[in-house]
């Protein structure tokens, strides 16, 4: 088994045992493996040991990654800033766009998104703690932008994303994840047809999947430490 492949059955171990805590079962939440800045070469181990789910923060990056491992069928998320000028791109190639948090960015997605191609899946990126170097819709905001995006053609609204500052122990971790988790559950409660909730990375995965997370976002404790720019 190559690094890689054990690094993702050690992850896949630590969400089996979070989700028996938790009581829920495993089966609840999907692994992505955070794959920026890593090269076709390591996507494909990760493949061969069954991983299907790879996020992105580098656009142009991923697109050109994505066309060295087109013959593997695999599955793109879009976890980095989308900026107006890179939304074609994003619509064209990804099959989830988890930072959505402008309604602008949301409408030119619609837009780009080709024919004949499924909807691209979307997620509402929210500054559930209120970061100042964060993206993301604060929570008061992100029921309308939500309502807003779940109309748009081409797109299909799958819930809400967030990324919080980092938290010193376990119980401000969870803290904040149940932030996100109450939100979430609130805009259900509302109508809003959501079913992910994608939060949790390799530092604070048990205290996510503890909170109701459905999609943990791991790299490092998959790929290892990132390669210097």
Request: contains cysteine.
């Amino acid at each position: 088994m190559t690094s890689i492949g054990h690094n993702l059955h050690t992850v896949r171990e630590r969400i089996a045992t979070a989700c028996a805590r938790a009581q829920r079962p495993a089966e609840e939440v999907t692994l992505m493996a955070v794959s920026k800045t890593f090269g076709p070469e390591a996507v494909r181990q990760a493949h061969e040991a069954g991983q299907r789910a790879f996020g992105e923060n580098y656009i142009q990056e991923a697109v050109e990654k994505m066309a060295l491992l087109s013959d593997l069928p695999l599955e793109w998320h879009c976890i980095g800033p989308i900026q107006s000028n890179k939304t074609r791109l994003v619509a064209q190639h990804f099959d989830w766009a988890h930072t959505v948090d402008r309604l602008k960015i949301a409408q030119r997605l619609s837009e780009q998104r080709p024919q004949g191609k499924p909807p691209l899946q979307v997620c509402i990126q929210v500054n559930i703690d209120g970061g100042t170097s964060k993206s993301g819709v604060l929570p008061d905001e992100a029921a309308d932008l939500a309502r807003e995006v779940a109309r748009l053609p081409g797109l299909r609204l799958r819930g809400l994303m967030t990324i919080p500052e980092p938290a010193p122990d376990y119980e401000a971790q969870k803290a904040v994840h149940d932030q996100a988790a109450d939100l979430f559950r609130r805009l259900r409660e509302a109508g809003l047809e959501l079913d992910t909730l994608s939060m949790g990375m390799s530092a604070d995965l048990e205290a996510a999947i503890a909170a109701g997370s459905t999609m943990v976002r791991v790299g490092t404790a998959i790929f290892g430490a990132r390669p210097r720019p």
